[in-house]
């Protein structure tokens, strides 16, 4: 239940201006139904001209595993190009971790990884290293 202060305002704004550098536009935002997640996802969606037609509140997100995110992902449907999805630590910084090679020890607050799905269908992803297309950390865009 609690709000985004100050500062996560500030950085969901920068990451938000970034992917939109970066021409990220996500066709689907599933989100977790925390006050934060849903107010970071909306300014992004907001900065990147993604309307707000095409977030989902995804209630299993805020208590789940990697496991549970990766089967989340696999029943997207097929007609979804770029996926988003909003939650929580530690579970993403796992998540990070088993899609790519390169560790992290900590994806931050209102960090942001975007992965290249190899096998092109949402069913495989994860089964193996994904690319890494990028990896946001607020900090180094202040």
Same mark, same amino acid.
């Given at each position: 239940?609690?709000?985004?202060?100050?500062?996560?305002?500030?950085?969901?704004?920068?990451?938000?201006?970034?992917?939109?550098?970066?021409? +990220?536009?996500p066709?689907?935002?599933? *989100? =977790? @139904?925390? /006050?934060r &997640?849903?107010?970071?996802?909306?300014?992004?969606?907001?900065?990147?001209?993604?309307?707000?037609?095409?977030?989902?509140?995804?209630?299993?997100?805020?208590?789940?595993?990697?496991?549970? +995110?990766?089967?989340?992902?696999?029943? *997207? =449907? @097929?007609? /979804?190009? &770029?996926?988003?999805?909003?939650?929580?630590?530690?579970t993403?910084?796992?998540?990070?971790?088993?899609?790519?090679?390169?560790?992290?020890?900590?994806?931050?607050?209102?960090?942001?990884?975007?992965?290249?799905?190899?096998?092109? *269908?949402?069913?495989?992803?994860?089964?193996?290293?994904?690319?890494?297309?990028?990896?946001?950390?607020?900090?180094?865009?202040?």
């Amino acid at each position: 239940h609690r709000p985004l202060c100050d500062k996560g305002v500030r950085d969901a704004m920068l990451v938000g201006a970034e992917l939109k550098r970066l021409g +990220i536009i996500p066709d689907q935002i599933l *989100v =977790s @139904p925390a /006050v934060r &997640t849903q107010s970071t996802a909306t300014l992004i969606a907001d900065q990147i001209g993604c309307p707000l037609d095409n977030l989902t509140t995804e209630n299993t997100i805020y208590n789940s595993s990697e496991h549970d +995110i990766l089967q989340l992902i696999r029943n *997207v =449907s @097929p007609s /979804v190009n &770029t996926l988003m999805v909003v939650g929580h630590n530690p579970t993403f910084t796992h998540l990070v971790n088993r899609l790519d090679s390169d560790r992290i020890d900590n994806l931050p607050t209102c960090g942001c990884a975007g992965f290249l799905n190899k096998a092109d *269908v949402w069913d495989d992803f994860g089964k193996q290293k994904e690319e890494k297309l990028f990896f946001i950390r607020p900090k180094n865009l202040r």
